[in-house]
């Protein structure tokens, strides 16, 4: 693989592993419990969840860099951690994308593990909603790889 091709699978892989120690790792524990509430506490916890998630990226990405000698455009760089950023923050405030699930018909999986009302019967990170999120967030990464790359060189 070499080009665009090796450009993209280093910068995907490198989004993909930031991504995860960002996101379970560099989030913290009132971040995650706090990111969904409906309420300008709710949006300023996201937000500065997604700042310190794309900080890791964007070290991830130095470190390719230099690993592997790319040079990212000016423009493209900051673009794809854009979109990444924005999809990030919208599912993350998890009423989006349960809504989005139920609109496509995947409430039920959305739900699937979660402790049913007034109790904590299933505590555990194995639910639909937790998988619909990681999902949804690696295939933003993807195009956001894509967009990374257009201008590497």
Do not use: E
Request: aromatic residues 10%; proline residues 3%.
């Amino acid at each position: 693989m070499t080009g665009h091709a090796g450009a993209f699978a280093a910068v995907f892989a490198a989004l993909y592993a930031a991504h995860m120690v960002g996101d379970h790792w560099v989030q913290t524990g009132t971040q995650a419990a706090c990111k969904g509430s409906r309420d300008w506490a709710g949006r300023a916890t996201c937000a500065g969840h997604v700042l310190t998630l794309t900080v890791t990226k964007a070290a991830a990405l130095v470190a390719v860099a230099l690993a592997c000698g790319l040079h990212f455009s000016a423009l493209w760089l900051p673009a794809g951690l854009a979109v990444d950023a924005v999809s990030h923050y919208w599912a993350d405030r998890r009423f989006t994308l349960a809504r989005l699930a139920a609109a496509l018909g995947k409430a039920g999986f959305y739900r699937l593990g979660q402790p049913r009302p007034n109790r904590d019967d299933n505590p555990t990170l194995g639910t639909g909603a937790y998988a619909l999120d990681q999902s949804w967030h690696v295939g933003w990464l993807f195009a956001a790889a894509l967009l990374m790359t257009v201008g590497v060189s």
